[in-house]
């Protein structure tokens, strides 16, 4: 990583050190479950959370009574069965969906009870999406795929966000393709140039939905080291949801759902380790 990057990354913590004047009431107000301590340290949390979708006989509840915290600075991979409700939290989590009940925490914010516009501005700006699918606009160059939600927020390039950009271009390999256009780059580059995206705006998180799962095995080896890189070098949060113990076996910590629920969690996980938790989950 290049010290700049890393300069840039102390910038970007100073900058999330103090949370913004609202998130500042909150953490003084008693009834609010978060302690200020639990602040500095939390990129995201959720309390007794559940999804039901449906009702009667078709009604299915995707997350039963879930509750996670997620550690700034540290990259969490959400694994477990299919339908055991990975991505109903992962969307939860990210303000893509609504809870049935229970409370979701970006930094100091809880998402329960924002408006639809002040909900739109938090994941435009303090949260970074992943997707298995890339989700590139297509007749956008890579450039304008990575600055385009900054673009869309109307923020100003000052020099310190342009020395962070030209860091994330630099360390991800990007600087000779930035005039290509999606369909002139490989999967790998693509998803490059979405991580670069997700990492050019510095939240407090970055969702990656199966992020290698469109990938060869050299491809996701390479954006998963990315992902790593972006935690241990630049103290970006990272949580992912995957089926591949393989990319599970690039984060700091791996938490199991079953039905709905957490139902075991590994530190410093080996994808051998992570197998064979899957497969005693795929047993019950
Ligand atoms: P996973 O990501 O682990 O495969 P999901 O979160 O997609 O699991 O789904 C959890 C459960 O919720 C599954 O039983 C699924 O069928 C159900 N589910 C997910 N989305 C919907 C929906 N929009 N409507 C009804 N049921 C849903």
Same mark, same amino acid.
């Given at each position: 990583?290049?010290?700049?990057?890393? !300069?840039?990354?102390?910038?970007?913590?100073?900058? +999330?050190?103090?949370?913004?004047p609202t998130d500042r009431a %909150? #953490? /003084?107000?008693?009834?609010?479950p978060l302690q200020p301590a639990q602040h500095r340290q939390l990129a995201a949390r959720a309390i007794g959370l559940s999804k039901v979708y449906g009702s009667g006989d078709t009604q299915v509840r995707a997350l039963d009574?879930?509750?996670?915290? =997620?550690?700034?600075?540290? =990259?969490? !991979?959400?694994?477990?069965?299919? @339908?055991?409700?990975?991505?109903?939290?992962? +969307?939860?989590?990210? &303000?893509?969906?609504?809870?049935?009940? &229970?409370?979701?925490? $970006? @930094? #100091?914010?809880?998402? /329960? &009870?924002?408006?639809?516009?002040?909900l739109t501005q938090l994941r435009r700006d303090r949260i970074g999406f992943v997707f298995q699918a890339f989700n590139l606009v297509p007749t956008l160059t890579a450039l304008e795929n990575i /600055?385009?939600?900054?673009? $869309?927020?109307?923020?100003?390039?000052?020099?310190?966000? %342009?020395?962070w950009l030209d860091s994330v271009i630099d360390?991800?390999?990007?600087?000779?393709?930035?005039? +290509?256009?999606?369909?002139?780059?490989?999967?790998?580059?693509?998803?490059?140039?979405?991580?670069?995206? #997700?990492? !050019? @705006?510095?939240?407090? $998180?970055? =969702? &990656?939905d199966e992020p290698t799962g469109n990938l060869d095995s050299r491809s996701s080896g390479e954006?998963?080291? $990315?992902l790593r890189q972006s935690v241990s070098a630049l103290g970006q949060t990272v949580v992912i949801v995957t089926h591949d113990p393989r990319a599970a076996g690039y984060a700091d910590r791996v938490v199991f759902l079953a039905d709905g629920q957490i139902v075991d969690e590994l530190r410093e996980p080996t994808a051998d380790k992570v197998l064979d938790r899957m497969k005693n989950l795929e047993q019950v």
């Open positions: 990583m290049k010290p700049s990057a890393t !300069a840039a990354a102390g910038q970007a913590e100073a900058n +999330h050190a103090d949370p913004p %909150q #953490a /003084t107000d008693p009834q609010n009574d879930v509750s996670v915290d =997620f550690a700034r600075a540290e =990259f969490t !991979a959400i694994m477990g069965p299919s @339908g055991s409700g990975k991505s109903t939290l992962m +969307h939860c989590l990210a &303000g893509l969906d609504v809870a049935s009940s &229970g409370m979701v925490v $970006i @930094g #100091a914010t809880e998402l /329960t &009870g924002l408006s639809d516009k002040k /600055t385009l939600p900054m673009d $869309i927020a109307g923020r100003k390039r000052d020099a310190d966000s %342009q020395a360390t991800l390999g990007l600087r000779d393709r930035l005039s +290509h256009r999606p369909s002139e780059l490989s999967g790998g580059q693509q998803q490059r140039v979405a991580c670069a995206r #997700a990492l !050019a @705006g510095r939240p407090d $998180i970055i =969702f &990656g954006v998963l080291g $990315i």
